[in-house]
């Protein structure tokens, strides 16, 4: 990622605050992990590294021009290149595609092989270890702002001091909401009596997921 992100920087490529962003959750994801906050820190951390698979299949979709990038994604990357979107909704644009989109079909993917053979208890388990992941976002979102977003949207600084915690309070609060409906989604998709319902389920989460792109402030 730092590669990636150093040359996005030298190029002004707004695609950087996303990256930036996600490179700081994800080094705290690890280390929460070394920590052992999670019931099952191999699930999880298996669970984190196909996560970022699947942004990174999206990137490498949108740079060589394929026709299957996921549309939020192709929202997202276009909009990093257009001047009239501030740096948070660039940020904001970035977290719905990985979390509205990718997140339900990731946790779908390493859900399906296990779901009919867990337990009650061990499906709790699974939700609480994502529901655990909450408190890391919001851990990382002060940082977030102090040092992508306030240098690059001077005007956050005024709403920082304003607003104190409640800012960041905010935007974590509506992640916390996406990844409450992301769970059920996946296992909607995992409970799918067939894969024609499956489909259509997915084209639903990306609609809806197109919809909250619109909510940012996204203009087609």
Do not use: C
């Not at 079909?105 to 388990?125: D, G, I, V, Y």
């Not at 607003?163 to 409970?191: C, F, N, P, Q």
């Not at 989460?205 to 940012?216: G, K, M, P, S």
Request: aromatic letters at 10%; charged letters at 25%.
């Amino acid at each position: 990622m730092s590669e990636r992100i150093e040359r996005w920087q030298r190029t002004n490529d707004r695609r950087a605050i996303f990256l930036r962003s996600y490179q700081m959750m994800t080094t705290n994801m690890l280390e929460a992990i070394r920590h052992e906050e999670f019931s099952d820190g191999i699930w999880v951390n298996h669970l984190l590294h196909r996560f970022a698979d699947y942004y990174f299949m999206a990137l490498q979709a949108y740079e060589e021009r394929q026709e299957n990038i996921p549309a939020v994604w192709q929202v997202a990357f276009q909009a990093a290149n257009q001047k009239n979107y501030s740096p948070l909704q660039n940020l904001l644009l970035g977290v719905n595609a990985h979390i509205n989109y990718d997140l339900v079909l990731t946790l779908e993917e390493l859900l399906q092989p296990e779901w009919q053979a867990l337990s009650s208890a061990r499906r709790a388990m699974r939700r609480t270890d994502h529901n655990r992941v909450n408190h890391v976002i919001a851990a990382t979102i002060d940082a977030v702002q102090d040092q992508i977003l306030e240098p690059a949207m001077p005007v956050m600084q005024v709403v920082d001091v304003i607003l104190g915690r409640m800012d960041e309070g905010l935007i974590s609060g509506t992640i916390t909401r996406w990844r409450g409906k992301v769970w059920r989604h996946a296992v909607y998709l995992v409970e799918a009596s067939s894969e024609d319902e499956r489909k259509e389920w997915v084209q639903r989460v990306e609609h809806d997921a197109l919809q909250t792109a619109r909510w940012i402030g996204w203009r087609e």
